[in-house]
């Protein structure tokens, strides 16, 4: 593929051995690395120089935060992919909030790993595709999909559910009482037909998704897991 990368890690050494193994590969044309998210704005802002974000698990709480990652311009095909030792439903949930392309685990053999890089980037896999989305049921029911968020606040409460927040996080972020919260998401539950909170923050997930083909989306790995994958020199 020789993509032009950028590597934003929370740890030089273990971005650095990552680097090392897709130059070596020739997945990599070239591969910048950062420490956290410092090259971001100059990657969002110039897309067109950069084929590739890889971005370690550990950063993507970062990445939720508003105006982190800006928006990039219709068209451009730079892919923004995560890199997670392990992939739990709930990062991936988080991913998708982040309105990012991919996430790869990091523990598959270096064969395998590079493999789902090259698809990744070719487009050929991606979070969207993930069966995920086809696992979580909807009820056969279901209301119309904008009924159940009664104001601003339901949908930022259903937001965070989908990020796997707990009733005493959600209650902290929206100023609101844990039993408030609850009141509100029984609420929510009762309007959209659905059984339970998953379903809940899967219909929300999915209409987030509705989006993504209109308009352009905002736009972790440990030092031991990639050095004894890609024993290099650094």
């Known amino acids: 593929m020789n993509a032009r990368m950028v590597i934003c890690h929370r740890s030089e050494t273990a971005a650095n051995h990552l680097a090392e193994a897709l130059l070596r590969s020739r997945i990599a044309l070239s591969a910048d690395v950062s420490v956290g998210l410092s090259k971001i704005p100059t990657v969002f802002s110039e897309p067109a120089r950069v084929d590739a ?5 550990a950063l993507l709480p970062k990445c939720l935060e508003p105006d982190t990652l800006p928006r990039l311009p219709r068209g451009s095909t730079m892919k923004r992919i995560v890199m997670a030792p392990a992939v739990p439903n709930s990062l991936l949930i988080q991913a998708a909030q982040a309105g990012l392309d991919d ?3 990091m523990s598959q053999s270096p064969e395998k790993l590079l493999a789902q890089f090259r698809e990744s980037l070719a487009g050929r896999h991606s979070l969207r595709a993930h069966p995920i989305w086809n696992s979580i049921h909807l009820p056969k029911d279901v209301h119309d999909l904008t009924s159940p968020y009664r104001d601003t606040i339901d949908r930022e409460i259903v937001s965070m559910i989908a990020a ?7 209650s902290h972020g929206v100023y609101l009482s844990c039993q408030t919260v609850r009141n509100r998401i029984s609420r929510m539950l009762e309007r959209s037909g659905t059984r339970n909170r998953t379903q809940l923050a899967a219909t ?6 509705q989006d993504l083909d209109s308009s352009a989306p905002r736009g972790g790995s440990d030092d031991l897991l990639l050095a004894a994958r890609f024993p290099v020199a650094i």
Do not use: K, N, P, S
């Open 53 to 57: 974000c890889l971005i370690d698990a």
């Open 103 to 105: 996430v790869i685990d």
């Open 164 to 170: 796997g927040l707990t009733d005493d996080e959600i």
């Open 204 to 209: 929300y997930i999915r209409e987030q998704y």
